[in-house]
Protein backbone atom coordinates (compact mmCIF):
# COMPACT_ATOMS: atom_id res chain seq x y z
CA UNK A 1 0.00 0.00 0.00
CA UNK A 2 1.34 3.60 -0.49
CA UNK A 3 0.90 5.64 1.56
CA UNK A 4 0.07 9.66 0.53
CA UNK A 5 1.27 12.45 2.35
CA UNK A 6 -1.76 14.46 3.83
CA UNK A 7 -0.07 17.78 2.80
CA UNK A 8 -0.49 16.91 -0.93
CA UNK A 9 -3.79 15.85 -0.74
CA UNK A 10 -5.03 18.91 1.04
CA UNK A 11 -3.22 20.98 -1.73
CA UNK A 12 -4.81 18.58 -4.48
CA UNK A 13 -8.29 19.08 -3.77
CA UNK A 14 -7.70 23.09 -3.79
CA UNK A 15 -11.18 22.78 -1.13
CA UNK A 16 -11.59 26.45 -0.65
CA UNK A 17 -9.32 28.50 -2.35
CA UNK A 18 -11.70 30.73 -3.65
CA UNK A 19 -12.70 31.98 -0.15
CA UNK A 20 -9.66 32.51 1.11
CA UNK A 21 -8.88 34.62 -2.56
CA UNK A 22 -11.38 36.26 -2.19
CA UNK A 23 -11.44 37.08 1.61
CA UNK A 24 -7.56 38.28 0.91
CA UNK A 25 -8.76 40.71 -2.46
CA UNK A 26 -11.03 42.34 -0.04
CA UNK A 27 -8.91 42.67 2.85
CA UNK A 28 -6.09 44.21 0.13
CA UNK A 29 -9.10 46.80 -1.37
CA UNK A 30 -10.07 47.76 2.27
CA UNK A 31 -5.88 48.74 3.18
CA UNK A 32 -5.99 50.64 -0.38
CA UNK A 33 -9.69 52.37 0.68
CA UNK A 34 -8.34 53.48 4.21
CA UNK A 35 -4.96 54.71 2.47
CA UNK A 36 -7.23 57.10 0.20
CA UNK A 37 -9.63 58.48 3.07
CA UNK A 38 -6.22 59.20 4.75
CA UNK A 39 -5.15 60.73 2.28
CA UNK A 40 -7.98 63.04 1.10
CA UNK A 41 -8.58 64.08 5.12
CA UNK A 42 -4.68 65.49 5.27
CA UNK A 43 -5.33 67.09 1.28
CA UNK A 44 -8.66 68.96 2.45
CA UNK A 45 -6.45 70.20 5.87
CA UNK A 46 -3.91 70.90 4.32
CA UNK A 47 -5.46 73.11 2.00
CA UNK A 48 -7.78 74.85 4.65
CA UNK A 49 -4.06 75.72 6.33
CA UNK A 50 -2.63 77.06 3.55
CA UNK A 51 -6.54 79.12 3.22
CA UNK A 52 -6.04 80.36 6.58
CA UNK A 53 -2.02 81.36 6.36
CA UNK A 54 -2.83 83.45 2.94
CA UNK A 55 -5.46 85.17 4.49
CA UNK A 56 -3.38 86.02 7.64
CA UNK A 57 -0.55 87.28 5.11
CA UNK A 58 -2.94 89.43 3.01
CA UNK A 59 -4.53 90.77 6.49
CA UNK A 60 -0.88 91.78 7.65
CA UNK A 61 0.05 93.36 3.70
CA UNK A 62 -3.59 95.82 4.76
CA UNK A 63 -2.00 96.61 7.94
CA UNK A 64 0.81 97.55 6.21
CA UNK A 65 -0.73 99.12 3.15
CA UNK A 66 -2.80 101.08 6.03
CA UNK A 67 -0.06 102.12 8.14
CA UNK A 68 2.11 103.29 4.62
CA UNK A 69 -1.15 105.44 4.16
CA UNK A 70 -1.50 106.78 7.47
CA UNK A 71 2.23 107.94 7.44
CA UNK A 72 2.50 109.42 3.81
CA UNK A 73 -0.76 111.45 4.08
CA UNK A 74 0.16 113.62 7.28
CA UNK A 75 2.04 116.83 5.79
CA UNK A 76 3.59 117.15 9.73
CA UNK A 77 6.06 114.78 11.12
CA UNK A 78 4.01 112.41 13.17
CA UNK A 79 4.90 113.54 17.28
CA UNK A 80 6.38 110.00 19.13
CA UNK A 81 4.09 109.02 21.97
CA UNK A 82 6.59 106.83 23.49
CA UNK A 83 10.27 107.75 23.70
CA UNK A 84 11.55 104.77 25.48
CA UNK A 85 10.44 102.54 22.18
CA UNK A 86 10.06 105.92 19.60
CA UNK A 87 6.43 104.27 19.32
CA UNK A 88 4.51 106.73 17.15
CA UNK A 89 1.19 104.99 17.03
CA UNK A 90 -0.75 101.98 17.29
CA UNK A 91 -3.52 101.47 15.53
CA UNK A 92 -6.96 100.03 16.50
CA UNK A 93 -7.69 96.44 14.98
CA UNK A 94 -9.66 96.73 11.60
CA UNK A 95 -11.69 93.90 10.50
CA UNK A 96 -11.71 93.37 6.70
CA UNK A 97 -13.88 90.40 6.38
CA UNK A 98 -15.29 88.10 8.85
CA UNK A 99 -12.00 86.22 10.73
CA UNK A 100 -9.69 88.38 9.08
CA UNK A 101 -8.27 91.56 10.99
CA UNK A 102 -5.18 93.32 11.32
CA UNK A 103 -3.43 96.09 13.44
CA UNK A 104 -0.13 97.61 13.16
CA UNK A 105 2.63 99.76 15.08
CA UNK A 106 4.46 102.82 13.82
CA UNK A 107 7.96 103.70 15.63
CA UNK A 108 10.48 106.26 14.35
CA UNK A 109 13.87 105.38 13.82
CA UNK A 110 15.71 107.96 12.65
CA UNK A 111 16.66 111.34 10.15
CA UNK A 112 19.02 112.03 7.56
CA UNK A 113 19.72 114.11 4.83
CA UNK A 114 18.08 113.10 1.41
CA UNK A 115 21.02 112.18 -1.14
CA UNK A 116 20.44 114.71 -3.94
CA UNK A 117 18.67 117.29 -1.73
CA UNK A 118 20.36 120.56 0.24
CA UNK A 119 20.24 119.96 4.05
CA UNK A 120 16.56 121.63 4.59
CA UNK A 121 15.16 118.28 3.48
CA UNK A 122 15.38 115.58 5.71
CA UNK A 123 14.58 111.83 5.17
CA UNK A 124 12.01 110.49 7.73
CA UNK A 125 12.44 107.00 8.37
CA UNK A 126 9.68 104.91 10.24
CA UNK A 127 9.59 101.08 11.16
CA UNK A 128 6.08 99.61 10.67
CA UNK A 129 5.49 96.15 12.22
CA UNK A 130 1.84 94.41 11.04
CA UNK A 131 0.04 91.90 12.07
CA UNK A 132 -2.72 90.25 10.53
CA UNK A 133 -5.29 87.37 11.51
CA UNK A 134 -7.77 84.65 10.20
CA UNK A 135 -9.75 82.73 12.39
CA UNK A 136 -7.93 81.88 15.27
CA UNK A 137 -5.14 79.87 13.75
CA UNK A 138 -3.76 82.08 11.34
CA UNK A 139 -1.33 84.79 12.05
CA UNK A 140 1.00 86.57 10.36
CA UNK A 141 3.67 89.61 10.64
CA UNK A 142 5.39 92.14 8.37
CA UNK A 143 8.05 94.29 8.71
CA UNK A 144 8.32 97.70 6.87
CA UNK A 145 10.66 100.66 6.66
CA UNK A 146 9.12 103.96 5.06
CA UNK A 147 11.38 107.02 4.17
CA UNK A 148 9.39 110.12 4.01
CA UNK A 149 10.93 113.01 2.52
CA UNK A 150 10.14 116.40 4.78
CA UNK A 151 11.39 120.01 4.62
CA UNK A 152 13.04 120.64 7.91
CA UNK A 153 11.47 123.50 9.47
CA UNK A 154 8.16 123.46 6.90
CA UNK A 155 5.29 123.24 8.80
CA UNK A 156 6.31 121.38 12.18
CA UNK A 157 9.36 119.57 10.31
Known sequence: MSRRNPLFALLASQDGIGMVSAMLALSLL???ALAA???????RRGAFNEFVRSGAFLSADSGGEAAVNWLL???KP???VDFASKRVTASATQTLHGTQRYDFDIRF???RPRAGY?????????????RGQAS?????NIALVVHKLG???HQGF
Request: glycine letters at 8%; proline letters at 2%.
Open 30 to 32: AVF
Open 37 to 43: AHLAVDE
Open 73 to 75: VRS
Open 78 to 80: VPI
Open 109 to 111: MQT
Open 118 to 130: DLSHMDYIYGVDS
Open 136 to 140: RQGSS
Open 151 to 153: RAG
